[in-house]
């Protein structure tokens, strides 16, 4: 039988720190994951969610500084943005790499029964036995059968290699793998990109069921919800989710919103009452006799009584500033850091538009896309939807002009068109990311400045492209893609990687966007918001 709750160890991980030469990316990090609860990492893009999964499993570059312990179950899986297998290899020789140490496990346990009666067989056993129960080797590949089948991998030719499939076709080979080693420690990041909904469905189910330690890092909302038991920000300010400084929060990314949203506004009015206190205590040290001593100069007859009033006033006036002194190196010691101002989008998506902007008919594109019929007029909002290889992306890179139709009529008779791609390409990795988008927009009329868009933090303007998060990477793809107001701006899955705040603002600036906008998402929250017009494209098949 699989292995029990109880007999899975726990993930443990104590005062964790990861610094490069230009940055320090997590500072004192604590996380308690116990074998049944499933964990979601939150945070602003660059807080260090996918650095936190790869140090966890020992996965960080060698220039990576890091300090802290972390104690882990022995099998554990990453499953990290990109899937852990060569473009070369076959979908045969993944689904085989993946069974062979499962077979290999039920082999060792009949050839070492052999042995059983010795005190080094019975061991050599009882180990082989443990190990083989804590994958259920023994049904290993009708798990395989089952989750191909689940996943649609099975309508794939075995012999295909990796590197022709989609992204959405490599994630779903990826699940596969994992559904049938089923590890006791599960480390995800961003497990739902490029998936359909089918798929979304089978991951779902098959992490609810699984009786080992799960952390992942998402950015979709809905997953968070149905998946999560528990919440751990990363960013989530001083006072942290319970006014204590604590990260974690017991619930889906519903309820954490307002938990959130609270978290800040506490912080906030901490901060301005401190302050005030501050700025009463500063006063004080400052006070002079006048404050305590007021009235008419002495008489004659009372010169006395006042300079035996005065030396009363002047011992007053020095307690209350020893006093107040005292009070104010209390409170500048533990005083609250000010509230970072919020990264908050402020761009416009695109700029106004007249007329028709883009009319298909037709369109195919050999092998990965048909398209019968596309209107979309100045202003319109068109969501694209459709399973994993229908050619969403494809459709967007026809009408960007990146990929030529075979066969059809297109006609996009937009002024200028910009299209966001699922992984905007990196020209310089070493150029920074200021330098990298004035490069982009040189020659434009009055483009936006970086630091006006609210896209990517100032501190991270210096930064290298290559240093960027995935998140972060996509935050500057973004800028530059409205930096020329176009007025058909297209757009491939906007709300991947990049954190939940701005994926909310993103649907907000949608909604009020003048120009014309193209979308492919398969982002669960975001469609079932929707508004506008949707355009499903089915799985491409041969004409005839």
Sequence with gaps: MPETITSIAPLVVSGLSVTYPDRTVLSGV?????????????????????????AVAGRLPARAQVSG??????????????????????????LAMTLAPLREAVADVERLAAGVGTPAGDAAYALALEQALAHDAWDADRRASLAAARLGLDALDRERVVGTLS????????????????????LLDEPT????????????????????????????????DDVCTDLVDLDAGELGTDGRGGRRFGGGWSAYEKARADARRRWEEAYAAQQEELARLREATRIGTGAIAHGRGPTDGDKFIHAFKGARVE????RRKKDAQRRLEVVEREQLPKPPARLVFRGDLTAPSTGALVLVRDVEVAGRMRCERLDLAAGEHLLLTGGNGSGKSTLLGVLAGRVAATSGTL????????????????????????????????????????????????????????GLSTGQRRRLGL?????????????????NHVSLALAGE?????????????????????????????????????AG
């Design 30 to 54: 604590d996380l308690l994951a116990q074998p049944g609860r499933r964990i979601g990492l939150v945070g602003e893009n660059g807080v260090g969610k996918s650095t936190l999964l790869r």
């Design 69 to 94: 312990t972390v104690s882990a179950p022995r099998d554990l899986v990453l499953l990290g943005q990109e899937p852990p297998f060569s473009d070369a290899a076959t979908v045969a020789e993944v």
């Design 167 to 186: 992204g959405g076709q490599r994630t779903r080979l990826a699940l596969a793998t994992i559904m049938t080693s089923r590890p006791t420690c599960l």
């Design 193 to 224: 990109n490029h998936l359909d909904d089918d798929a979304v469905d089978v991951l779902t189910a098959f992490l609810r069921d699984l009786p080992g330690v799960v952390v992942l890092a998402s950015h979709d909302r809905v997953l968070l």
């Design 315 to 318: 011992q007053t006036l020095a």
């Design 411 to 466: 006609a996009v008779s937009a002024r200028t068109v910009r299209e966001l791609t699922q992984d905007p390409a990196v020209t310089d990795p070493r150029r920074s990311a200021a330098a990298t988008y004035d490069a982009a927009v040189r020659g434009l009329p009055d483009p936006p400045a970086l630091r006006d868009l609210g896209l990517l933090h100032p501190r991270d303007h210096r930064t290298p492209v290559g």
């Design 479 to 495: 800028a530059v893609a409205i930096a020329a107001a176009p007025d058909l701006l297209l757009l491939d899955e906007p709300t």
């Design 506 to 542: 993103l649907e907000e600036a949608l909604a009020t966007a003048p120009g014309g906008v193209v979308l492919a998402s398969h982002d669960r929250w975001l469609r079932r918001r929707w508004q506008g017009p949707e355009l499903t494209l089915a799985l491409w098949t041969a």
